[in-house]
């Protein structure tokens, strides 16, 4: 079986949240902590604040934004321009924080959102633009920064699953005023569940400390103005903001601090059998396109998508289907055009141009599993297996 995951931990994970069970310090404290901090450390970001999931941080870092108490707050009404090709949890933060979003084409040989396409969206109420580096491709970040720049918007990038992308030398997600990551149990790295809000700015961290849990300020670190400002109430029982509940435990935490120095390494193994992915299947061409990596970028591959390209004499399905009876697991990529998932379809949105690119990307493209338990046997088999497909048809 090539699976599209196999779990990034083993025993050393498994002690570290053992630990916790045994001493019994289970709820969101002192590893959290080392976790968030270590995370921005390796990174160059200020602030860490973990979270339970790559959602929930979108949840936050969208609620902090468009908080009362937030600097240049995103007001109900506002646009933000999102690419097609996301994940349901990249938007519905956006609508659940009465914002609206704007829903734009991609660059087909990237997937990730086109600048081009961001410039026809700008409109009086856009206020931001949310990004996806997707599959951890970078997207065009010196256009992207150029276009928020002109216009005054800004920057959101979704990150969820790109941990180990660069782009010019810089980590995806050091663009932005916030950055979300997910450490699901299917991402380069994982806490079980989990995610983390990244930012430089103070004030929105300790936002979101407050909005994570419940609106209590236990977990900022500066309680001191809030208790000055409410004499008279316990104050350790605060509460200044509304608020959540979605904090980490501290398994996931210890989990965290265990997996992050093994990061660089899966990402090697992913970029290595990208590599080989695309030098070997090239000779298809004629039938099957291959995410390019954006200039500049480094791709963190988070799985190997394949376009069955127009006028090829099979269907995706049928290719897909091959692989399946080979026991290789298949996926479409991300959630397709998010524009065409029912769910989008009772909230108010926009949606610019016919979006043909995310459209083409859900109807023909799939991916395959590239992680860092694919070694050279599991890839050379995925690859016999789609020329014994093409094989079979006298295609190649
Ligand atoms: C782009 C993007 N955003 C958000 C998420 C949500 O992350 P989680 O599964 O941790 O909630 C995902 C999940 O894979 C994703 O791909």
Same mark, same amino acid.
């Given at each position: ?18 630990? $916790? ?59 933000? +321009? *999102? ?20 829903? *734009? ?41 150029? +276009? @928020? ?37 299917? &991402? &380069? ?7 983390? $809000? ?38 350790? /029982? ?13 398994? !996931? ?12 390494? /899966? ?31 480094? &791709? !963190? ?12 004499? /099979? ?12 026991? +290789? ?19 108010? &949105? ?13 109807? @023909? ?10 070694? !050279? ?20």
């Amino acid at each position: 079986m090539v699976r599209l995951h196999e779990p990034t931990f083993s025993t050393e994970e498994i002690m570290a949240a053992l630990d $916790c069970l045994l001493t019994t310090r289970v709820t969101m404290g002192p590893k959290v902590k080392a976790f968030e901090q270590q995370f921005a450390a390796t990174f160059g970001w200020n602030h860490g604040v973990m979270n339970n999931s790559g959602s929930s941080a979108n949840l936050l870092a969208i609620s902090a934004l468009t908080n009362p108490r937030a600097q240049d707050r995103l007001m109900p009404g506002d646009e933000v +321009i *999102v690419p097609a090709l996301s994940w349901s949890t990249t938007i519905w933060p956006l609508i659940q924080c009465g914002l609206v979003p704007v829903i *734009v084409d991609i660059d087909p040989s990237t997937l990730n959102i086109d600048p081009e396409q961001i410039e026809r969206a700008i409109g009086p109420r856009t206020r931001a633009v949310m990004i996806v580096p997707v599959y951890g491709n970078p997207c065009d970040m010196d256009a992207i920064i150029d +276009i @928020c720049h002109r216009n005054n918007l800004q920057l959101i990038e979704d990150c969820c699953e790109a941990l180990g992308a660069f782009y010019d030398g810089k980590p995806v997600g050091r663009f932005g005023r916030v950055a979300t990551f997910s450490f699901y149990y299917s &991402h &380069h790295i994982t806490t079980l569940e989990g995610g983390i $809000c990244t930012t430089d700015e103070f004030e929105l961290s300790e936002l979101m400390r407050i909005l994570r849990a419940h609106g209590w300020i236990r977990e900022v670190d500066d309680p001191k103005p809030w208790i000055d400002a409410s004499p008279g109430i316990d104050e350790r /029982f605060l509460f200044v903001n509304l608020g959540y509940n979605l904090r980490a435990t501290e398994l !996931s935490g210890a989990m965290g601090t265990v997996q992050l120095p093994k990061l660089a390494g /899966f990402v090697d193994v992913r970029r290595d059998n990208a590599n080989w992915f695309r030098r070997t299947l090239d000779r298809y061409g004629a039938y099957l396109s291959f995410q390019q990596e954006t200039p500049k970028g480094r &791709h !963190s591959w988070f799985g190997f998508p394949i376009h069955v390209k127009a006028g090829a004499p /099979f269907t995706v399905n049928e290719l897909m289907r091959h692989l399946n009876d080979a026991h +290789i697991e298949t996926r479409p990529i991300i959630c397709g055009n998010v524009a065409l998932q029912p769910g989008l379809q009772m909230y108010p &949105h926009r949606t610019v141009g016919d979006l043909r690119h995310a459209t083409q990307t859900m109807k @023909c493209a799939f991916s395959f599993g590239n992680h860092q338990a694919i070694d !050279s046997q599991a890839r050379s088999y995925v690859a016999e297996k789609i020329g014994n497909f093409l094989n079979g048809r006298g295609l190649a």
